[in-house]
């Protein structure tokens, strides 16, 4: 009997291992005569307490959300557009993936249809999923605005001043950003940085040119555009002075680095400051807004779209239409910080007047409404979702020191073509 | 066996002869032996007709068109080989190949050489056997993604467990996500505790065919373990080392989670300067970041043929080796 004893113990912790390797995610039916709307998002958008107000309203819907990582829930849409089948009756897309999916925009509704007015929303925003032919492809939900979020505590250890309006003259466009950066170097605490990544400072800076990586003929003109090579040498010359931190954005080791305090600034819109407020919660009161050197700036923010699969395509319309009201747009903003994107609301006290207690009472509703408000539009083509990171790669390979500017720079444009061709 | 009743003693059935009914059963029987075989393994051919080989040849059929995610109707445009000539001259592709290469020798020689010894040790006669020969089949069972995850903070550059005790007793940091070698390295390592355990189980099953009067022989003449191991361990499994090399070579070529995720931000280039990129994640970035659908599908292809090749090349040289001894 002793011998079988192990051999017991081993099934019991192999079955226990496979029990816990298959959960299982239930999926509940609707009732008979009941209309199921599913909404996929890719991150918490805030509308759990709108839904049930809705179902209040509309007796006979039920409303149910999917949430899914930011790459697999695109990933997963653009799939089920190709198959034919298995998309939501609501899908949220990211406004850096919006002209990539305009390319199939004949497979989503057109809001004019029922009743939406591209006029609702910022004219840039609109602007972004409205296909060729006009149709209005997509609601605006949220934007990002852009600002820039910086550490008080480090700021006066460096001897720099930390009233942000003093902060935001220091910095009136980017070379003096990177000049200030020098200065914060020179005197700068033991491991702490002026940025987190050369990526995320390009970024920045590209957004802000009238011409990004595509012209308005859907050409990709990253090798030809001086703006792209100017933002490339910025940043490639604040990461060669030592400026970064060299910490990936979204990876593990950039949220310890807030934690850590390994770095003094951060090019911030506004649904990052609830990421670092939830990174890095200990650091509440040390950290402070500006505004973005260069003024203005979006990162991010998303629309709501109903593709023509959806079986519900009036009631999943009336629904977006509802989530992207300014009503609703302005109570999400002071509840979770999610910047609005509807026009009314930039005239709206209860939005401008919006301070964050954790960035030390900095007033958020104006900074960030002043960002996206003055922001210009640029065009933005199919590809340049996949044109940014691959930039990205080349200052952090500088970065790293494995190559010198002008040979990351001849990668660069090697990756763009390998990524651009058919 | 079906038996069936005759069916003249069956009411309110259609007459028939009794020499009928008999051929009839005899038929039956005939299909009963020869047939039902078929329809048993049936399922599996259905199954891999439908996500195998239809898979197979539609991404063949791609590959021959230029079908673009960003390019409408671009799935009719007919270019023929035009896709594969890319290939030839596209150096991320060689590039890939050579990472794949590379992560798979460092990756699968020292682990099967520690799957044998293992399955050497593990032949033994000892206390809790059971226990200790599933227990080296326990890092195989957990999830890819969660051991990459897991394996990329060990290897973290500032905060890793591996770079704090390398630093204890003196030795540098590595930045072990951004060097060649640092990053196959470390992928190697990540195999290797994987899929020990399951090779071990392999060589272990192929020794219980081993009869223990060669051990008992050696012992009396005084063999030491390391001896033992050369001399009757590795001999016997010989055509299992075969069987193993052959399985790992394709788990090789195939390799795609582990690196994906030990990419920190997970982008599919494989570092910053695509150092280790595997064929897997080339494709995967041609597809799913890129939308070059076609090109994808070439690449698919090309790994495909590298797959055939290589079992080919090591079905040849098991044949050497079986007719050597």
Partial sequence: MLTRRPKALTALLLGCLALVGSAVGACGSATPGEKRLVVEIFGDLGYRDLYTKFEQSHPGIKIVEHIVSYDDHHKNLQAHLLGGSGTGDIEAIDGGYMAQFKVMADKFVDFRDYGADPDQWLAWKSQQATGADGRLMGLGADIGGLAMCYRRDLFEQAGLPTERDRVAALWPDWQSYIATGKRFMAKAPKDVAWFDSGSNVFNA?????????TDRGNNVVVADNPAVKQAFDLAVEAVQAGQSAKLATFSQQWNAGFQRGSFATVACPAWMTETIRQNAPQTSGKWDIATVPGGSGNWGGSF????KQSKHRKEAAELARFLTAPEQASWIFR????LPSQAALYDDPAVLGNTNAFFNNAPTGRIFTEAAKTLR???QGPKDGDIGPLIGLGITRVDKGKQGPSQAWRQVLKDVANATEP | MAVFAPSSVLPGRRKTTPAAAERRSRLRHKFDVSGTPYLYIAPFFLMFAAFGVFPLLYTGWMALTQWNRDIPGSEGTFVGLGNFARLINDDYFWNALLNTAAIGVLGTVPQLLLA?????????????????????LLPNITSVAAVGLIFAQLFGRDLGLINWVLSLVGLGKVDWQAGTWQSWVALAVIL?????????LIYLAAL?????????AADLDGAGQFQKFRSITVPALRPTIIFSVILSTIGTIQLFTEPLMFNPGLSPTGGDSRQFQTLAMYVYEQFWTHGKYSYAATVSWAMFMIIVLAVGANYLLSRRIRSST
């Fill in chain 1, 205 to 213: 800076i590209i957004n802000q040119a009238p011409v990004g990586y």
């Fill in chain 1, 304 to 307: 709501l779209t109903v593709p």
């Fill in chain 1, 335 to 338: 509840t979770q910080g999610h």
């Fill in chain 1, 377 to 379: 539009p640029q065009y």
């Fill in chain 2, 116 to 136: 044998m010894w293992f399955a050497h040790l593990l032949n033994r006669k000892m206390r809790a056997r059971t226990l200790l020969r599933m227990g080296v």
């Fill in chain 2, 192 to 200: 290797t505790w994987r899929w020990t355990g399951y090779n071990a």
């Fill in chain 2, 208 to 216: 219980q065919a081993v009869p223990d009067d060669l051990y008992e």
